[in-house]
């Protein structure tokens, strides 16, 4: 069974680097999701200039941060999504600064980034993982920093099946997805808790592509004063 390691890192990013291996891997992965380019306007309002794509997969809401202007980073621990962001980020002629990484140590200093994308990202592993993968994003956001992330809801029809490897999180071991490594699925309560100290501003429970796949869309907001930067 496929169990998250002592140091809190998890082990999704090798299903998805096979996956990000193949054309039709990457195809339903290729075009930013309109919640996000929903938020531009926000962005825009609050002068948002440094931000973060967390777990970037082949690029996609990079690319189209860095179309919108901002000056981005992406970060993810597949080497291959890596390659195929900066492919894509070549290929729109856009700056992307890339890293390979792990979501619990990002390779950032504190209070660098004015937002944070964490899209189908953070919720790979239990929930002390998860926790941890939280507290990295509060750590590398400016004061008053947004961010958007989606999480799994228990309404999904994934929550409950397999093994329960800890409060919320269950490994499925005959999986041929990435559910053969562990995801946490939590309620709304779960969520705000999981994200403290920050500040839930909007959130709703959305089905994805597949029918009953249903995830949290959030977006919050750190403590303090934005606009700090010199
Ligand atoms: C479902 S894909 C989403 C990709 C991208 N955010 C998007 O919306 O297109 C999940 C991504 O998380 C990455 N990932 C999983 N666990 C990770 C970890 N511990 N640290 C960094 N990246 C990780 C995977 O390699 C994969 O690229």
Redesign the pocket.
């Known amino acids: 069974m496929t169990t998250p390691h002592t140091d809190g890192?998890?082990t999704?990013?090798r299903h998805?680097?096979e996956v990000?291996k193949t054309s039709g891997g990457r195809a339903d992965?290729s075009t930013p999701?309109p919640w996000v380019a929903d938020t531009l306007g926000l962005l825009r309002d609050r002068q948002v200039r440094d931000v973060l794509d967390l777990?970037?997969?082949?690029g996609?809401?990079a690319v189209f941060l860095a179309r919108s202007g901002f000056a981005c980073r992406a970060?993810?621990?597949?080497g291959t999504?890596i390659e195929q962001s900066r492919a894509a980020a070549e290929a729109a002629g856009v700056d992307v600064d890339l890293r390979i990484?792990?979501?619990?140590r990002l390779p950032y200093p504190d209070d660098h980034f004015d937002y944070v994308l964490a899209?189908?990202?953070v919720y790979?592993g239990d929930r002390d993982a998860v926790r941890g993968h939280v507290r990295e994003i509060h750590r590398v956001l400016r004061p008053g920093g947004l961010y958007q992330l989606t999480m799994l809801s228990r309404r999904n029809h994934e929550h409950g099946k397999g093994i329960e490897i800890g409060p919320g999180a269950f490994v499925q071991p005959e999986a041929t997805d990435d559910k053969v490594h562990p995801h946490f699925y939590c309620d709304a309560a779960e969520l705000i808790a999981i994200n403290r100290p920050a500040a839930l501003l909007r959130a709703h429970d959305e089905e994805h592509a597949a029918p009953g796949s249903f995830h949290w869309h959030c977006l919050f907001e750190l403590a303090g004063e934005a606009g700090g930067r010199e």
Do not use: L, Q
């Open positions: 890192s998890t999704a990013h998805w680097d990000w992965w999701d777990a970037c997969g082949v996609r809401h970060v993810d621990a597949s999504a990484g792990p979501m619990n899209f189908n990202a790979h």
